[in-house]
């Protein structure tokens, strides 16, 4: 009785004192997220066959959301979660912890078993295990930093997807081999689709992400080619005279948006891909190329320079007026929507011959600059929408590199093979 | 000394009687003590002087006849007249003795009398003096009270001044303290990526020394991040700086308290 | 406002001038018209030689012949004056040699997007083809492609590099 009545005096005077001061919090800070990814624990005597840790750590920073600690700060390496000291991880102002266990379950069969944990309330935020084969491992470890991506920041992480690019490589008496490669999006696994003496570019993901569009010249023109990932198998859609180009599925993956010229001037027309048929969407004297569709298909955008200089307009799929969608700068190229739609990415140039990747939002017309560099290309959103992977020039080449899309976070992507360029940032690999 | 002492006694009793009735009826009883005054004292002194004067005058008469034996008749005639007279004096003396004794009598009665008037008036001067020194008492008693309730109230004013003074100090602390803890707190709040919009109130109890004992969400945004976010940077921003004395992190009220992240 | 009231005029009287100079290359086309039938015929006077305007030195056609590439201003696929001589050159010669084709290849500098450079690379390429049926080429003998950026002759990121990829090839 004692007890409760003091209980109930304590909580009255909490009652009274909740009210004594209330501090209003309006502002915060915008910064790429602590987290600790412990090495993984590995069951065996052998060099484990990919290191999980590092290849998370790598995912998450990259991303440009997260500042993951270097692996010689931590202060312990725990592998399960009751040999965790809260307190070490608390004093660092270390809030995120990701521990976990590489385990051989058989041969070639492994269990990659990880938490997500909150250092300050001792809380798991995720916890899975997963059983993998040695070529699903790296894979594996990129779905896990898409779930921790996707816990603390609500965006779905795309880690497990891969871009698209094409790489040039010079091999003497002025000849050159281009490369189409498909990667994982950190670069690495890069498999060869396509090699060729002549130039290979414009490469588009279906929505599905088991064909790629492309333009090739082997046969000395322009022609656009459909090649499935997994088999190889490849066909011409399109090789007429003049040019054959700017391959864009349409969001079903029923159709290509493409530029041809058949007709003296190049235009955009929209293929059937099961007739191979062709409908022709602009009539304009002007150049018209580099469609592409919007989500939801009701649209197409793309680039003319029928005013004068090159810039973006949007037409309905099924033709009529266009209407254009970029007045800032001299020269808006190359534009692709937003994951969400609601927004666009492209080339632009503001009268100072530089030519960056902008930010346009669609609803207010209001357009950025996001890079600092002077010769950018080909933007592609992540399906995820949070960064932009482009190509930019080097002193001996170009490379790529990847802005988020509100341009605070700048990533260089070293990849092998010299010139790389024209990369575009796949579909989600699971639904 | 008789006199004296009457005469003492009578000033005594008048003045005892003067102040004894003063409040009452001031006019009439100072008449009154005045009669009695002259009354008494002239009855004992005229029978004084009379029978020292008739001695004196037998001595004389005595002298005379031894020297002149031919008045010796004349002078025992004189004598026997004398004698009568003495006589006739020591009646009167008796007689006056007599109206001395009765007198004393009846001034000791009255005398008596007086003591019980006295007395009776000392009573009531006894009772009017209580009555006063009651009055008196509670006088004071009430000009005391009176004197301590301007104190209280003065005291009371002095201890609300002193308190609004201490109000105003703790609100600036409060004030001070807010914006540094805000500023800590928003440093420690990351907000990349969250959606506009959100609100959250998180409740924090600290122990003395600003040590965070434990926080909790009192009302979620609805978005499980934006929450932990909240809680994170709350807690990283412990130990808070709370004045070092306990009594003043008391009484502002520091033992717990909420913030509302609304950015 | 009067500061670029002087440079319109200026304009206005270049434009002008152009205009009467166009009329006035166009007499002049007539007869350069003329000429070539006159080179041709010289052509045709001397067939015994065997020898081809392409690769005859001693040919008058020769010079200008060797000249196969048309450079262009940035952004543009106007052929400037200073290549009407070459692009005459090469009409006279493909009209006389009627089974002879050419490849027009068309390309652009690095700067902007690939695939708005494939079409402006193709614009040029147009361009020269235009001139050269004007001048009396069958189209037949004519093949036009473009790459774009993507074989430029000077690798630099500078103008003097763009300036040599902004071109059309005219390759025999």
């Not at chain 2, 008796?94 to 009776?120: D, F, H, S």
Request: a neutral charge.
């Amino acid at each position: 009785m004692k007890r409760l009545l003091l209980l109930l005096l304590l909580m009255s005077h909490i009652a009274i004192a909740e009210d004594a001061l209330n501090i209003i919090i309006d502002e915060g800070v915008e910064g790429a997220l602590p987290i600790a990814v412990i090495p993984f624990g590995w069951n065996q005597d052998t060099l484990e066959p990919v290191d999980m840790a590092l290849t998370i750590t790598n995912d998450l920073a990259r991303s440009g959301r997260f500042v993951p600690m270097k692996e010689r700060d931590l202060p312990q390496r725990p592998n399960q979660f009751d040999q965790i000291n809260f307190k070490d991880w608390r004093l660092l102002g270390m809030e995120n912890l990701v521990i976990g266990n590489l385990v051989q379950t058989g041969v070639g069969t492994y269990e990659v078993e990880f938490r997500l944990v909150n250092t300050f309330n001792g809380r798991q935020l995720a916890g899975f295990r997963i059983p993998a084969p040695i070529t699903q491992l790296r894979r594996t470890a990129h779905r896990i930093s898409d779930i921790i991506f996707e816990k603390l920041t609500g965006v779905r992480g795309a880690f497990d997807t891969r871009i698209a690019y094409i790489t040039v490589k010079e091999m003497g008496q002025n000849k050159k081999q281009y490369n189409l490669l498909i990667a994982d999006a950190d670069g690495f696994n890069p498999q060869v689709l396509l090699s060729s003496q002549e130039p290979l570019l414009s490469p588009a993901w279906s929505p599905d992400g088991k064909r790629i569009a492309y333009v090739s010249f082997e046969s000395r023109n322009s022609a656009i080619w459909v090649q499935d990932i997994l088999t190889g198998a490849r066909t011409r859609v399109a090789g007429n005279k003049g040019i054959n180009s700017a391959p864009a599925w349409s969001p079903d993956g029923t159709r290509l948006a493409m530029t041809l010229s058949k007709d003296g001037n190049p235009d955009i027309y929209i293929m059937h891909l099961a007739t191979h048929t062709t409908q022709q969407l602009t009539f304009n004297r002007a150049i018209d190329t580099e469609p592409v569709w919007a989500v939801d298909g009701s649209k197409i955008a793309f680039t003319s320079d029928r005013g004068g200089s090159a810039q973006i307009y949007e037409s309905s799929a099924i033709g009529g007026e266009a209407r254009r969608l970029t007045f800032e700068g001299n020269y808006n190229a190359r534009p692709r929507y937003s994951p969400d739609g609601k927004a666009m990415t492209m080339v632009s140039s503001r009268n100072d011959g530089r030519y960056r990747i902008a930010y346009l939002e669609l609803s207010s017309g209001y357009s950025s600059i996001l890079t600092n560099t002077n010769l950018d290309e080909s933007p592609s959103f992540a399906p995820n929408g949070s960064m932009i992977i482009y190509a930019t020039a080097t002193r001996t080449g170009s490379e790529l590199a990847a802005v988020s899309a509100d341009g605070t976070v700048h990533q260089r992507l070293a990849m092998q093979g010299g010139e790389v360029r024209e990369p575009a940032w796949g579909p989600f690999l699971s639904p | 000394m008789q006199r004296s002492g009457t005469s003492f006694k009578s000033v005594f009793l008048s003045i005892l009687l003067h102040l004894g009735a003063a409040a009452l009826l001031i006019v009439s009883i100072d008449m009154n003590t005045r009669t009695l005054r002259q009354s008494h004292p002239e009855v004992v002194q005229a029978v004084i002087v009379d029978s020292k004067e008739v001695e004196k005058e037998l001595q004389k008469l005595q002298e005379i006849d031894k020297q002149k034996q031919k008045k010796q008749e004349e002078a025992e005639q004189k004598l026997k007249e004398a004698e009568q007279q003495l006589a006739a004096a020591k009646q009167q003396r008796k007689q006056e003795e007599i109206k001395v004794t009765e007198a004393k009598k009846k001034q000791e009665l009255e005398q008596k009398k007086r003591e019980e008037e006295q007395n009776k008036l000392a009573d009531i001067k006894k009772q009017q003096e209580e009555v006063k020194k009651k009055q008196l008492t509670e006088e004071a008693e009430r000009k005391r009270e009176e004197q301590d309730a301007a104190k209280q109230k003065q005291l009371a004013e002095k201890q609300k001044a002193d308190a609004a003074a201490q109000a105003q100090l703790d609100q600036q602390f409060k004030n001070n303290f807010s914006a540094e803890i805000g500023r800590r707190v928003s440093n420690n709040f990351n907000i990349s990526g969250l959606p506009p919009g959100l609100k959250c109130v998180i409740s924090v109890r600290l122990i003395p020394g600003g040590e965070i004992l434990n926080v909790s969400i009192k009302q979620s945004s609805g978005n499980e991040i934006f929450d932990n976010r909240a809680l994170v940077a709350v807690q990283k921003t412990s130990p808070l700086p709370v004045p070092l004395d306990t009594a003043t992190f008391e009484r502002l009220g520091l033992r717990q308290f909420s913030f509302t992240f609304i950015p | 406002m009067n500061k670029y009231l002087v440079p319109l005029l200026v304009l206005l009287v270049v434009v002008a001038g152009c205009t009467s100079s166009k009329t006035k290359s166009d007499k002049a086309a007539g007869t350069t018209d003329a000429q070539p039938g006159a080179v041709s015929s010289g052509v045709a006077s001397q067939p015994s030689t065997g020898m081809d305007a392409l690769t005859d030195p001693s040919n008058p056609l020769y010079n200008l012949l060797q000249e196969r590439v048309i450079y262009f201003e940035y952004n543009e696929s106007e052929i400037q004056e200073q290549y009407r001589a070459v692009i005459e050159a090469h009409a006279t010669y493909l009209s006389q040699n009627p089974q002879t084709t050419v490849t027009l290849e068309g390309h652009a500098d690095e700067r902007g997007s690939r695939e708005y450079n494939l079409a402006l690379g193709e614009r040029r390429a147009m361009a020269v083809e235009q001139q050269l049926t004007v001048l009396g080429v069958a189209a037949s003998q004519i093949r036009t492609v473009s790459y774009g950026e993507e074989r430029p002759i000077s690798a630099g990121h500078d103008e003097s590099s763009w300036g040599l990829n902004r071109r059309v090839e005219i390759i025999y």
